[in-house]
């Protein structure tokens, strides 16, 4: 049982939590529990010095430009001025308030407004859909296309359409990349003669990307209902994010055992069985590396295509803050921030575990 629990843990990327199982059921407590401590409390120790050093930065930048304010005040207007703009400084007036680096709780606050204004966007969407409930029944038995809420997106929205965009964008660059990686690695030539192409294209901009697909979708999809935008965001993705699937997987079908490939001959498999049945299970680590890496950049690079693209995202939701300037608007940047992060962190534990499930490879 204990094992079992242990090789769950592992699987789920949890592997931090084996020696407190093992401290649990009596193995070497004390080795166990050094572990433990080595594992899990010197990193929660080193988030509480993270926060206490950001805290101290954020707290040096906002008195720096307090004072910056209320020198400029006291040069340009006089001290009645500076006395004036260093008392409506500590009032917490909005107005006048330093706006730099947000500290912790600025952020944590941040954090709440997007999760209250997401519940207030929510409450909104229901009532709209309940009294338009009718009129899309009748609409929908004519065949024509519902009403649909057009409000602005909250936070959480925004998230999910980052989400559909990358889950496109990484499927587009499989589907390209895996083919086109196992055509070229099983033959030395075409190799050879591709390999110049997909060096010059690897290190592309994925700006330059955007444009080349903008040109492209706005010509061949007319369609005033289809989202180009978010079209226009998957693609570029994909094409940004792909490289690594298909040098990884022309690499792992070109450096399949001569063994295998020995007997495939010997049982005269086809070409479909050869590839199925012996290259790609042979290949599956180095292209799971692949995969694992396509999915970090893709989600890199989907920020700043969606920022470029107005797709309705977190790249969008950065540059409208960023545009804003409101006062809890850098808050509300560094929320995203961590946001983008943690996210990124996930679905590279997610690729992880599928690697494991699909390969038993403990990378």
């Known amino acids: 049982m204990k094992t079992k629990s242990i090789k769950t843990l592992k699987f789920l990327g949890l592997g931090f939590l084996e020696p407190l199982i093992r401290m649990f059921s009596g193995e070497e407590p004390k080795k166990n529990a ?24 954020a707290t040096a930048l906002y008195n720096k430009e307090a004072n910056e304010r209320i020198e400029k005040a006291r040069v340009e207007q006089g001290e009645e001025a500076a006395i004036a703009m260093e008392e409506c400084i500590k009032s917490g007036d909005i107005s006048c308030q330093p ?14 407004t997007l999760w ?107 369609d005033p209902d289809l989202d180009k935008s978010f079209i226009i965001s998957a693609i570029s993705v994909g094409l940004c994010a792909m490289w690594a699937t ?9 450096t399949v055992d ?18 199925f049945k012996i290259v790609l299970p042979a290949s599956f680590p180095l292209i799971f590396t692949g995969l694992r890496i396509t999915v970090s950049v893709a989600w890199m690079v989907l920020i700043a295509i969606e920022l470029l693209a107005q797709s309705p995202g977190l ?7 960023f545009q804003n300037g409101a006062n809890d608007s850098n808050a509300k940047i ?30």
């Open 99 to 112: 706006n730099t680096l947000p500290s912790p709780a600025q952020v944590y606050a941040a954090y709440k």
């Open 315 to 321: 790249g969008s939701f950065v540059w409208e803050e």
């Open 116 to 222: 209250n204004d997401h519940i207030e966007i929510s409450d909104k969407k229901d009532k709209f859909a309940q009294k338009t409930a009718k009129t899309n029944a009748k609409r929908a038995e004519k065949g024509l296309s519902p009403i649909e809420y057009t409000g602005r997106p909250s936070f959480l929205d925004q998230i999910g359409t980052s989400l559909k965009t990358i889950a496109a964008g990484v499927l587009l660059a499989i589907f390209i990349a895996i083919p086109i990686g196992i055509i070229i690695g099983l033959s030395d030539v075409l190799r050879n003669s591709m390999n110049w192409l997909i060096q010059i294209l690897k290190p592309v901009s994925p700006v330059v990307w955007l444009l080349l697909v903008f040109m492209i979708v706005k010509t061949l999809i007319t």
């Open 334 to 363: 560094i929320v995203a921030m961590f946001v983008i992060g943690i996210i990124g962190f996930l679905l590279d534990r997610i690729m992880l575990s599928v690697q494991n499930f699909m390969t038993f490879n403990k990378a």
């Open 246 to 254: 298909l040098i990884n997987t022309s690499v792992g079908v070109s």
């Open 258 to 275: 001569k063994d295998f490939i020995n007997v495939s001959k010997v049982l005269k498999l086809s070409i479909g069985q050869n590839i």
């Open 34 to 57: 050094s572990v433990f401590i080595k594992k899990t409390l010197f990193p929660i120790a080193s988030m509480g010095l993270f926060l206490i050093i950001w805290h101290s930065g």
